[in-house]
Protein backbone atom coordinates (compact mmCIF):
# COMPACT_ATOMS: atom_id res chain seq x y z
CA UNK A 1 0.00 0.00 0.00
CA UNK A 2 1.47 3.20 -0.88
CA UNK A 3 -0.32 5.05 2.23
CA UNK A 4 0.95 2.28 4.30
CA UNK A 5 3.16 4.23 7.27
CA UNK A 6 6.69 2.62 7.74
CA UNK A 7 9.95 3.39 9.37
CA UNK A 8 10.81 6.05 6.90
CA UNK A 9 8.06 8.37 8.30
CA UNK A 10 9.16 8.60 11.73
CA UNK A 11 8.61 12.28 12.60
CA UNK A 12 11.90 11.66 14.93
CA UNK A 13 14.63 10.81 11.93
CA UNK A 14 16.95 13.37 11.57
CA UNK A 15 19.56 13.42 8.47
CA UNK A 16 23.24 14.25 8.29
CA UNK A 17 22.47 16.74 6.01
CA UNK A 18 22.19 19.56 8.55
CA UNK A 19 19.62 21.70 5.83
CA UNK A 20 17.38 19.02 5.89
CA UNK A 21 16.79 19.13 10.03
CA UNK A 22 15.75 22.82 9.55
CA UNK A 23 12.01 24.19 10.26
CA UNK A 24 10.03 24.57 8.14
CA UNK A 25 12.07 22.71 4.96
CA UNK A 26 10.35 21.49 2.15
CA UNK A 27 12.49 18.40 2.33
CA UNK A 28 13.25 16.93 5.35
CA UNK A 29 14.76 13.09 5.31
CA UNK A 30 10.52 12.05 5.47
CA UNK A 31 10.25 13.52 1.79
CA UNK A 32 12.44 12.47 -0.19
CA UNK A 33 11.70 13.50 -3.56
CA UNK A 34 12.75 12.62 -7.28
CA UNK A 35 13.93 14.69 -9.59
CA UNK A 36 17.01 15.49 -13.28
CA UNK A 37 19.24 17.18 -12.33
CA UNK A 38 22.91 18.25 -13.65
CA UNK A 39 26.00 21.07 -12.71
CA UNK A 40 24.72 24.85 -13.64
CA UNK A 41 26.27 25.55 -16.90
CA UNK A 42 27.02 21.42 -18.07
CA UNK A 43 26.21 20.22 -21.63
CA UNK A 44 26.15 16.80 -19.94
CA UNK A 45 23.12 14.79 -19.66
CA UNK A 46 20.47 15.25 -16.65
CA UNK A 47 20.72 12.50 -13.93
CA UNK A 48 18.54 11.23 -11.35
CA UNK A 49 18.51 13.13 -7.88
CA UNK A 50 16.78 13.00 -4.63
CA UNK A 51 16.34 16.11 -2.74
CA UNK A 52 17.30 16.60 0.88
CA UNK A 53 17.29 19.54 2.34
CA UNK A 54 19.31 22.23 0.30
CA UNK A 55 21.04 19.46 -1.71
CA UNK A 56 20.34 16.72 -4.28
CA UNK A 57 21.66 13.28 -4.27
CA UNK A 58 23.03 11.70 -7.42
CA UNK A 59 21.82 8.41 -7.25
CA UNK A 60 23.30 7.04 -9.45
CA UNK A 61 26.97 7.94 -7.73
CA UNK A 62 25.89 6.66 -4.69
CA UNK A 63 25.31 3.80 -5.96
CA UNK A 64 21.63 3.40 -5.86
CA UNK A 65 20.64 3.15 -9.39
CA UNK A 66 22.53 1.83 -12.77
CA UNK A 67 20.47 4.23 -15.51
CA UNK A 68 19.99 8.19 -15.88
CA UNK A 69 16.92 7.38 -16.91
CA UNK A 70 13.57 8.47 -14.72
CA UNK A 71 11.09 6.59 -16.71
CA UNK A 72 12.86 3.42 -16.51
CA UNK A 73 12.32 3.84 -12.54
CA UNK A 74 8.90 4.92 -12.67
CA UNK A 75 7.95 2.06 -14.32
CA UNK A 76 9.40 -0.21 -11.40
CA UNK A 77 6.65 -1.60 -8.65
CA UNK A 78 5.22 -0.08 -6.04
CA UNK A 79 7.23 -2.64 -3.62
CA UNK A 80 10.74 -1.93 -6.08
CA UNK A 81 9.81 1.88 -5.06
CA UNK A 82 9.90 1.26 -1.36
CA UNK A 83 12.63 -0.14 -1.37
CA UNK A 84 14.41 2.12 -3.38
CA UNK A 85 12.71 4.95 -0.34
CA UNK A 86 13.96 2.33 2.84
CA UNK A 87 17.84 2.47 1.20
CA UNK A 88 17.68 6.58 0.96
CA UNK A 89 16.03 6.86 4.43
CA UNK A 90 18.67 4.51 5.79
CA UNK A 91 21.65 6.28 4.21
CA UNK A 92 20.91 10.06 4.38
CA UNK A 93 19.84 9.04 8.73
CA UNK A 94 22.00 10.46 11.17
CA UNK A 95 24.63 7.44 12.13
CA UNK A 96 24.64 5.91 9.05
CA UNK A 97 27.54 4.34 7.38
CA UNK A 98 27.02 5.85 4.08
CA UNK A 99 27.68 9.42 5.01
CA UNK A 100 30.74 9.31 3.72
CA UNK A 101 30.29 7.46 0.40
CA UNK A 102 27.49 9.68 -0.08
CA UNK A 103 28.60 13.31 0.94
CA UNK A 104 31.03 12.97 -2.50
CA UNK A 105 27.54 12.44 -4.73
CA UNK A 106 25.81 15.66 -2.98
CA UNK A 107 25.26 18.57 -4.81
CA UNK A 108 24.34 22.13 -3.31
CA UNK A 109 20.37 22.54 -4.87
CA UNK A 110 21.31 26.19 -5.94
CA UNK A 111 24.52 24.71 -8.73
CA UNK A 112 22.22 22.41 -10.68
CA UNK A 113 20.41 22.98 -13.19
CA UNK A 114 16.83 21.11 -12.74
CA UNK A 115 14.47 20.21 -15.75
CA UNK A 116 10.99 18.63 -15.98
CA UNK A 117 11.19 15.73 -13.49
CA UNK A 118 10.42 12.71 -16.40
CA UNK A 119 9.96 11.93 -19.97
CA UNK A 120 6.01 12.51 -20.39
CA UNK A 121 4.74 10.94 -22.99
CA UNK A 122 1.31 12.03 -22.73
CA UNK A 123 -0.73 14.74 -20.53
CA UNK A 124 -4.33 14.23 -19.67
CA UNK A 125 -6.26 17.39 -17.89
CA UNK A 126 -9.31 16.19 -15.76
CA UNK A 127 -11.49 19.04 -13.74
CA UNK A 128 -11.52 17.55 -10.42
CA UNK A 129 -12.12 20.93 -8.57
CA UNK A 130 -16.04 21.45 -8.26
CA UNK A 131 -16.03 24.40 -6.73
CA UNK A 132 -13.52 25.54 -9.88
CA UNK A 133 -16.42 24.00 -11.80
CA UNK A 134 -18.79 24.94 -10.13
CA UNK A 135 -17.91 29.47 -9.83
CA UNK A 136 -16.86 29.14 -13.66
CA UNK A 137 -19.87 27.45 -15.01
CA UNK A 138 -22.03 29.83 -12.75
CA UNK A 139 -20.88 33.16 -15.13
CA UNK A 140 -21.48 31.21 -18.24
CA UNK A 141 -24.92 29.21 -16.86
CA UNK A 142 -26.09 30.64 -14.08
CA UNK A 143 -29.19 28.63 -13.85
CA UNK A 144 -26.78 25.24 -13.83
CA UNK A 145 -23.44 25.71 -13.55
CA UNK A 146 -22.46 22.10 -13.21
CA UNK A 147 -23.48 19.59 -16.02
CA UNK A 148 -25.64 16.71 -15.71
CA UNK A 149 -22.18 14.50 -16.01
CA UNK A 150 -20.21 16.17 -13.80
CA UNK A 151 -21.12 14.13 -10.61
CA UNK A 152 -20.83 11.06 -12.33
CA UNK A 153 -17.84 10.50 -14.28
CA UNK A 154 -14.01 12.42 -13.83
CA UNK A 155 -14.25 15.16 -16.72
CA UNK A 156 -10.89 15.52 -18.36
CA UNK A 157 -9.52 16.19 -22.14
CA UNK A 158 -6.19 14.90 -23.74
CA UNK A 159 -3.44 18.24 -23.83
CA UNK A 160 -0.05 18.97 -25.35
CA UNK A 161 2.71 17.15 -23.44
CA UNK A 162 5.36 19.17 -26.06
CA UNK A 163 5.02 23.11 -23.86
CA UNK A 164 5.21 21.74 -20.73
CA UNK A 165 8.33 23.13 -18.90
CA UNK A 166 10.36 23.43 -15.70
CA UNK A 167 9.52 25.55 -13.10
CA UNK A 168 10.95 29.26 -14.14
CA UNK A 169 9.34 29.13 -17.43
CA UNK A 170 9.17 32.49 -19.29
CA UNK A 171 6.64 32.54 -22.35
CA UNK A 172 5.53 34.85 -24.38
CA UNK A 173 2.14 35.82 -24.74
CA UNK A 174 -0.49 33.37 -26.42
CA UNK A 175 -2.36 34.89 -29.69
CA UNK A 176 -5.43 33.25 -31.33
CA UNK A 177 -8.98 34.66 -32.43
CA UNK A 178 -11.65 36.08 -29.91
CA UNK A 179 -15.06 37.56 -30.32
CA UNK A 180 -16.34 40.26 -28.54
CA UNK A 181 -20.16 39.51 -27.35
CA UNK A 182 -21.32 41.99 -29.62
CA UNK A 183 -19.36 41.41 -32.59
CA UNK A 184 -20.54 39.43 -35.56
CA UNK A 185 -17.16 38.00 -36.65
CA UNK A 186 -13.71 37.26 -34.08
CA UNK A 187 -10.22 39.02 -34.74
CA UNK A 188 -7.05 38.09 -34.50
CA UNK A 189 -4.42 39.07 -31.68
CA UNK A 190 -2.97 38.80 -28.22
CA UNK A 191 -5.14 37.31 -25.39
CA UNK A 192 -5.82 39.86 -23.18
CA UNK A 193 -7.38 37.57 -20.57
CA UNK A 194 -4.63 35.48 -19.96
CA UNK A 195 -4.77 33.49 -16.57
CA UNK A 196 -3.11 30.68 -14.39
CA UNK A 197 -4.98 27.54 -12.98
CA UNK A 198 -3.33 26.01 -9.47
CA UNK A 199 -3.26 22.53 -9.99
CA UNK A 200 -1.18 18.98 -8.82
CA UNK A 201 0.32 16.79 -11.26
CA UNK A 202 0.09 13.22 -11.00
CA UNK A 203 2.94 11.43 -12.16
CA UNK A 204 1.93 7.34 -13.45
CA UNK A 205 4.74 4.91 -12.60
CA UNK A 206 4.10 1.43 -13.59
CA UNK A 207 1.98 1.36 -16.81
CA UNK A 208 -1.11 -0.91 -18.09
CA UNK A 209 -1.34 -3.46 -21.29
CA UNK A 210 -3.59 -2.14 -23.98
CA UNK A 211 -7.40 -3.28 -23.21
CA UNK A 212 -6.79 -4.05 -19.52
CA UNK A 213 -8.16 -1.91 -17.39
CA UNK A 214 -6.65 -0.80 -13.54
CA UNK A 215 -9.26 -1.59 -10.71
CA UNK A 216 -9.79 0.92 -7.78
CA UNK A 217 -7.43 -1.58 -5.76
CA UNK A 218 -4.69 -1.70 -7.34
CA UNK A 219 -4.83 2.20 -8.89
CA UNK A 220 -2.55 3.74 -6.72
CA UNK A 221 0.06 1.05 -7.33
CA UNK A 222 0.19 2.75 -10.65
CA UNK A 223 0.88 6.47 -9.51
CA UNK A 224 4.11 7.13 -8.83
CA UNK A 225 3.54 10.65 -7.17
CA UNK A 226 2.57 14.14 -7.12
CA UNK A 227 3.90 17.89 -8.82
CA UNK A 228 2.83 20.91 -8.56
CA UNK A 229 1.44 22.25 -11.91
CA UNK A 230 0.12 25.42 -13.87
CA UNK A 231 -1.44 24.89 -16.73
CA UNK A 232 -1.73 28.35 -18.13
CA UNK A 233 -5.43 29.86 -19.74
CA UNK A 234 -6.32 31.62 -22.39
CA UNK A 235 -9.99 32.59 -21.21
CA UNK A 236 -10.89 34.84 -24.18
CA UNK A 237 -9.78 32.45 -26.55
CA UNK A 238 -11.17 29.40 -24.53
CA UNK A 239 -14.56 31.35 -24.88
CA UNK A 240 -14.45 31.41 -28.50
CA UNK A 241 -12.90 27.74 -29.50
CA UNK A 242 -13.90 25.55 -26.85
CA UNK A 243 -17.41 24.48 -28.56
CA UNK A 244 -18.18 21.57 -29.17
CA UNK A 245 -14.13 19.93 -28.79
CA UNK A 246 -13.04 21.88 -25.97
CA UNK A 247 -9.85 23.71 -24.93
CA UNK A 248 -7.41 23.95 -28.11
CA UNK A 249 -5.14 26.80 -28.44
CA UNK A 250 -6.15 28.45 -25.39
CA UNK A 251 -4.14 25.76 -23.59
CA UNK A 252 -1.43 24.71 -25.36
CA UNK A 253 0.87 26.88 -25.41
CA UNK A 254 2.83 26.69 -21.92
CA UNK A 255 1.97 24.25 -19.23
CA UNK A 256 4.64 24.60 -15.80
CA UNK A 257 5.76 21.66 -13.62
CA UNK A 258 7.74 21.67 -10.58
CA UNK A 259 10.69 19.60 -10.50
CA UNK A 260 10.45 17.43 -7.92
CA UNK A 261 7.99 14.37 -7.73
CA UNK A 262 6.83 13.88 -4.22
CA UNK A 263 6.55 10.14 -3.82
CA UNK A 264 2.83 8.34 -3.30
CA UNK A 265 4.75 6.83 0.15
CA UNK A 266 6.28 10.45 1.16
CA UNK A 267 1.98 11.27 1.52
CA UNK A 268 1.38 8.63 3.62
CA UNK A 269 0.94 10.39 6.86
CA UNK A 270 -1.39 13.42 4.52
CA UNK A 271 -4.18 11.39 3.13
CA UNK A 272 -7.61 12.12 4.09
CA UNK A 273 -11.32 10.66 3.74
CA UNK A 274 -13.04 10.74 0.84
CA UNK A 275 -16.41 11.81 1.32
CA UNK A 276 -19.31 13.18 -0.81
CA UNK A 277 -21.69 15.91 0.40
CA UNK A 278 -25.19 14.74 1.48
CA UNK A 279 -27.68 14.60 -1.63
CA UNK A 280 -24.68 13.98 -3.56
CA UNK A 281 -24.35 10.86 -6.03
CA UNK A 282 -21.90 7.70 -4.34
CA UNK A 283 -19.24 6.83 -7.76
CA UNK A 284 -20.70 4.17 -9.82
CA UNK A 285 -18.81 0.54 -8.47
CA UNK A 286 -15.70 0.94 -10.49
CA UNK A 287 -14.86 3.79 -9.24
CA UNK A 288 -15.09 2.94 -5.64
CA UNK A 289 -13.36 0.63 -2.56
CA UNK A 290 -13.07 0.83 0.86
CA UNK A 291 -9.95 2.17 1.04
CA UNK A 292 -10.47 5.10 -1.33
CA UNK A 293 -13.39 6.35 1.13
CA UNK A 294 -10.60 5.79 3.96
CA UNK A 295 -7.73 7.13 2.67
CA UNK A 296 -8.27 8.52 -1.12
CA UNK A 297 -8.02 12.03 -0.67
CA UNK A 298 -4.68 14.30 -0.28
CA UNK A 299 -4.11 16.97 2.33
CA UNK A 300 -2.19 19.35 0.56
CA UNK A 301 -2.17 22.81 1.50
CA UNK A 302 -1.84 25.58 -2.13
CA UNK A 303 -0.58 28.60 -2.33
CA UNK A 304 -0.38 31.49 -5.26
CA UNK A 305 2.13 34.07 -5.30
CA UNK A 306 2.37 36.76 -7.83
CA UNK A 307 5.14 39.21 -8.04
CA UNK A 308 4.78 41.96 -10.86
CA UNK A 309 7.64 43.67 -13.46
CA UNK A 310 7.18 47.20 -11.11
CA UNK A 311 7.13 44.91 -7.68
CA UNK A 312 10.14 43.26 -8.94
CA UNK A 313 11.84 46.21 -10.21
CA UNK A 314 11.32 48.06 -6.97
CA UNK A 315 13.26 45.28 -4.71
CA UNK A 316 9.27 44.02 -3.58
CA UNK A 317 8.99 40.43 -2.63
CA UNK A 318 5.49 38.52 -4.31
CA UNK A 319 2.61 39.30 -1.95
CA UNK A 320 0.18 36.22 -1.85
CA UNK A 321 -3.15 35.75 -3.48
CA UNK A 322 -4.86 32.76 -2.27
CA UNK A 323 -4.57 29.56 -0.44
CA UNK A 324 -6.35 26.50 -0.08
CA UNK A 325 -6.27 22.64 0.59
CA UNK A 326 -6.92 19.67 -1.74
CA UNK A 327 -8.90 17.65 0.36
CA UNK A 328 -11.52 20.51 0.01
CA UNK A 329 -11.09 21.07 -3.82
CA UNK A 330 -11.27 18.00 -5.52
CA UNK A 331 -14.24 15.83 -6.01
CA UNK A 332 -12.50 13.01 -7.32
CA UNK A 333 -9.23 11.50 -6.16
CA UNK A 334 -6.23 10.30 -7.87
CA UNK A 335 -6.39 6.38 -7.65
CA UNK A 336 -10.28 7.54 -9.28
CA UNK A 337 -8.59 9.18 -12.19
CA UNK A 338 -6.40 6.12 -12.89
CA UNK A 339 -9.41 3.72 -12.90
CA UNK A 340 -11.68 5.81 -15.22
CA UNK A 341 -8.84 6.50 -17.59
CA UNK A 342 -7.85 2.64 -17.96
CA UNK A 343 -11.54 1.41 -17.41
CA UNK A 344 -11.93 1.59 -21.61
CA UNK A 345 -9.08 -0.10 -22.02
CA UNK A 346 -6.63 2.48 -22.63
CA UNK A 347 -3.00 2.23 -21.74
CA UNK A 348 -1.07 4.13 -19.46
CA UNK A 349 2.83 4.28 -19.38
CA UNK A 350 5.03 5.51 -16.86
CA UNK A 351 5.59 8.95 -17.25
CA UNK A 352 1.55 10.16 -18.10
CA UNK A 353 1.11 13.34 -16.69
CA UNK A 354 -2.45 13.73 -14.61
CA UNK A 355 -3.68 17.40 -13.68
CA UNK A 356 -5.75 17.82 -11.56
CA UNK A 357 -7.68 20.42 -13.07
CA UNK A 358 -8.19 23.86 -11.23
CA UNK A 359 -7.88 23.19 -7.57
CA UNK A 360 -9.86 25.90 -5.44
CA UNK A 361 -11.48 26.18 -2.43
CA UNK A 362 -15.42 27.06 -1.35
CA UNK A 363 -14.61 30.88 -0.44
CA UNK A 364 -13.21 33.56 -3.00
CA UNK A 365 -10.17 33.50 -1.07
CA UNK A 366 -8.83 29.86 -2.04
CA UNK A 367 -9.82 30.47 -5.60
CA UNK A 368 -7.37 28.62 -8.19
CA UNK A 369 -7.15 31.18 -10.76
CA UNK A 370 -8.21 34.54 -11.69
CA UNK A 371 -10.77 33.91 -13.56
CA UNK A 372 -12.71 33.35 -10.08
CA UNK A 373 -10.77 35.59 -7.72
CA UNK A 374 -12.12 38.15 -9.74
CA UNK A 375 -14.95 37.12 -10.84
CA UNK A 376 -14.49 36.97 -14.74
CA UNK A 377 -12.46 40.16 -14.33
CA UNK A 378 -15.37 42.04 -13.24
CA UNK A 379 -14.15 42.62 -9.64
CA UNK A 380 -10.11 43.43 -10.34
CA UNK A 381 -7.91 42.69 -7.45
CA UNK A 382 -5.44 46.12 -6.08
CA UNK A 383 -1.99 44.93 -4.85
CA UNK A 384 -0.20 46.22 -1.82
CA UNK A 385 1.97 48.21 -4.01
CA UNK A 386 -1.37 50.25 -5.60
CA UNK A 387 -1.35 47.85 -9.42
CA UNK A 388 -4.56 46.31 -9.95
CA UNK A 389 -5.20 43.00 -11.83
CA UNK A 390 -7.61 41.19 -13.42
CA UNK A 391 -6.09 39.12 -15.62
CA UNK A 392 -2.27 38.46 -15.94
CA UNK A 393 -0.08 41.25 -17.81
CA UNK A 394 3.17 41.26 -19.14
CA UNK A 395 6.07 40.68 -16.58
CA UNK A 396 3.96 39.55 -13.94
CA UNK A 397 5.80 36.12 -12.39
CA UNK A 398 2.75 33.69 -10.65
CA UNK A 399 4.20 31.06 -8.17
CA UNK A 400 2.42 28.13 -7.17
CA UNK A 401 3.23 26.68 -3.45
CA UNK A 402 2.61 23.23 -1.74
CA UNK A 403 2.96 21.88 1.25
CA UNK A 404 1.58 19.44 4.01
CA UNK A 405 1.39 19.55 7.53
CA UNK A 406 -0.49 17.18 10.31
CA UNK A 407 0.49 16.70 13.94
CA UNK A 408 2.23 13.91 14.83
CA UNK A 409 4.18 14.22 11.35
CA UNK A 410 6.63 16.21 10.06
CA UNK A 411 6.13 18.80 7.68
CA UNK A 412 7.12 18.26 3.99
CA UNK A 413 6.92 20.41 0.84
CA UNK A 414 6.00 20.35 -3.03
CA UNK A 415 8.52 22.96 -3.22
CA UNK A 416 7.42 25.58 -5.86
CA UNK A 417 6.62 26.05 -9.36
CA UNK A 418 6.72 29.44 -11.13
CA UNK A 419 6.53 31.24 -14.86
CA UNK A 420 7.16 34.21 -16.39
CA UNK A 421 4.64 35.99 -18.67
CA UNK A 422 6.52 37.81 -21.86
CA UNK A 423 5.09 40.43 -24.36
CA UNK A 424 3.51 38.56 -27.47
CA UNK A 425 6.18 38.16 -30.01
Request: glycine share 10%; net charge negative; proline share 7%.
Amino acid sequence: MTNALNATHDPKLKSWVSSANEAGCDFPIQNLPFGRFRPSGSKEGFRIGVAIGDQVLDLKAAGLVDTDDMNLLLAQSAAERQALRSALSEGLREGSAKQAAWSKALHAQSAVELTVPCRIGDYTDFYTGIHHATAVGRQFRPDQPLMPNYKWVPIGYHGRASSIAVSGQRFKRPQGQTRAPDAAEPVFGPSKRLDYELELGFIVGRGNALGEPVAMVEAEQHLFGVTLFNDWSARDLQAWEYQPLGPFLSKNFASTMSPWIVTMEALAPFRAKFERPAGDPQPLPYLDSPANRESGALDITLEVWLQTAKMREAGEPAVRLTRGNTAEAAYWTPAQLVAHHTVNGCNLQPGDLFGSGTLSGPTQDQSGSLLELTVGGKQPITLPNGERRSFLEDGDTLTLRGYCERAGAVRIGLGEVSGTVLAAG
